[in-house]
T-cell receptor, first 117, second 117 residues
Framework: AQTVTQSQPEMSVQEAETVTLSCTYD???????LFWYKQPPSRQMILVIR??????QNATENRFSVNFQKAAKSFSLKISDSQLGDAAMYFC??????????????FGKGTRLHILP | DTGVSQDPRHKITKRGQNVTFRCDPI?????LYWYRQTLGQGPEFLTY????????KSRLLSDRFSAERPKGSFSTLEIQRTEQGDSAMYLC???????????????FGPGTRLLVL
């Protein structure tokens, strides 16, 4: 069964600094998606960034980038120039490329990120 | 642009009562998902619909839970004879999938927070 592990329950970073959130996953599949979702306090979950496993190039969205290591099954999120608005719970998630009967998005337990002014 | 909406946002009920939640997806999205999120955990998949067809149900979805999407637009999730263990955030998400097989990014609603006393 596929699993997603986020080993850092909480992290803190100084405003304007860079922080990296870790995520590892386990799967025997070769075609899948990986996601980072952000859930601010009392607000809805939004997609931060998405990576297709067949793409070797790491995805980037403005200040957010990933380090995707397929062989190591690692998918870390780097936030550059951290801002107060980045404070949230961050979830790493996995989904197969093709939906099938046993398919769903699997989320990690999350990492709570604090931004220190 | 209206994103995914959910109603109500909060629900307090007594054990044994029935509750019903509603989700309105993004209008052109053909897939709709329900998740449950407990404190300190990532969302856990419950069920999903492709248009009006319910294609997958998690083992987490006991017989007391039922979901419908009668016209392929909004969806309802009903919990009968609620138990204290049902207390959680219930999240709805939707996606536009060009074919039955492909996975696409899910967009989440704000959730319905249920407290069973």
């Amino acid at each position: 069964a596929q699993t997603v592990t986020q080993s850092q329950p909480e992290m803190s970073v100084q405003e304007a600094e860079t922080v990296t959130l870790s995520c590892t996953y386990d799967t025997s599949e070769s075609d899948y998606y990986l996601f980072w979702y952000k859930q601010p306090p009392s607000r809805q979950m939004i997609l931060v960034i998405r990576q297709e496993a067949y793409k070797q190039q790491n995805a980037t969205e403005n200040r957010f980038s990933v380090n995707f290591q397929k062989a190591a099954k690692s998918f870390s999120l780097k936030i550059s120039d951290s801002q107060l608005g980045d404070a949230a719970m961050y979830f790493c998630a996995y989904a197969l490329l093709l939906m099938n009967r046993d398919d769903k998005i699997i989320f990690g337990k999350g990492t709570r990120l604090h931004i220190l002014p | 642009d209206t994103g995914v909406s959910q109603d109500p946002r909060h629900k307090i009920t007594k054990r044994g009562q029935n509750v019903t939640f509603r989700c309105d997806p993004i209008s052109e999205h053909n897939r709709l998902y329900w998740y449950r999120q407990t404190l300190g955990q990532g969302p856990e998949f419950l069920t999903y619909f492709q248009n009006e067809a319910q294609l997958e149900k998690s083992r987490l979805l006991s017989d007391r839970f039922s979901a419908e999407r009668p016209k392929g637009s909004f969806s309802t999730l009903e919990i009968q004879r609620t138990e204290q263990g049902d207390s959680a955030m219930y999240l709805c998400a939707s996606s536009l999938s060009p074919s039955r097989a492909e996975t696409e990014t899910q967009y989440f609603g704000p959730g319905t927070r249920l407290l069973v006393l």
